[in-house]
């Protein structure tokens, strides 16, 4: 059984550009959620995808977007990068929830992102 | 909507003791998770423990457990026999168990482990 894995694991953007990171997810798993962690907080949701729809947005602007292709591994896109953008991205990926489940994320080991 | 506070940033322990660490959330919500998860150097997410609101059993796993006080929201680690292997960020979470599977995460605590 693989876990998730994330791609690239560093960069380096230039203020203003774009990135896109990648994700698979663990084998059998239909859901994927995405994570920025500054240095030193906690991880913040940035959004879910279930079976390719958008499933749940945090508190973050409309130049952080995301697909889920039918395998369901995921990108995250973003636009316009900002200073502030720099952060450890983290791709999760889980079972879709039963009635009553609490289906265990399973986290990759991230992207490093450095904006200058 | 749901807050979570880590307020010891650091604590450290000698090999082989126990330690705990602290974790109060805030919410409205009756029915949710709580989860300890652990982030070594390596980044990785991994999870420690949960516990379901809805139990009042406590949660343990191996010299991990929690003490779970869903009136005082409180929700407290204790690492027992402490070992090397047990340094690293530790991050309380929070997810409701009605809509997606957004986790809300503290802010962490280092642990490290004196040998």
């Known amino acids: 059984e693989t876990g998730v894995t994330q791609s690239p694991t560093h960069l380096i953007k230039t203020r203003g550009q774009q990135v896109t990171l990648r994700c698979s997810s663990q084998s059998g798993h239909n859901t994927v959620s995405w994570y920025q962690q500054a240095l030193g907080q906690g991880p913040q949701f940035i959004f879910q995808?279930?079976?390719?729809?958008?499933?749940g947005r945090g508190n973050f602007p409309p130049r952080f977007s995301g697909l889920q292709f039918p395998n369901y591994s995921s990108e995250l896109n973003v636009n316009a990068l900002e200073l502030d953008d720099s952060a450890l991205y983290l791709c999760?990926?889980?079972?879709?929830?039963?009635?009553?489940?609490?289906?265990?994320?399973?986290f990759g080991a991230g992207s490093r992102l450095t904006v200058l | 909507a749901q807050t979570v506070t880590q307020s010891q940033p650091e604590m450290s322990v000698q090999e082989a003791e126990t330690v705990t660490l602290s974790c109060t959330y805030d919410?409205?919500?009756?029915?949710?998770?709580l989860f300890w998860y652990k982030q070594p150097p390596s980044r990785q997410m991994i999870l420690v423990i949960r516990q379901e609101a809805y139990k009042q059993q406590n949660a343990t796993e191996n010299r991990f457990s929690v003490n779970f006080q869903k009136a005082a929201k409180s929700f407290s680690l204790k690492i027992s026999d402490s070992q090397l292997g047990d340094a690293a960020m530790y991050f309380c979470?929070?997810?409701?168990?009605?809509?997606?599977?957004?986790?809300?995460f503290g802010t962490g605590t280092r642990l490290t482990i004196i040998p």
């Open positions: 919410t409205s919500e009756s029915d949710y998770y």
């Open positions: 995808y279930y079976r390719e729809e958008e499933n």
């Open positions: 999760a990926s889980s079972l879709d929830k039963g009635a009553r489940g609490a289906n265990v994320l399973t």
């Open positions: 979470a929070y997810r409701s168990n009605f809509g997606n599977e957004k986790l809300t």
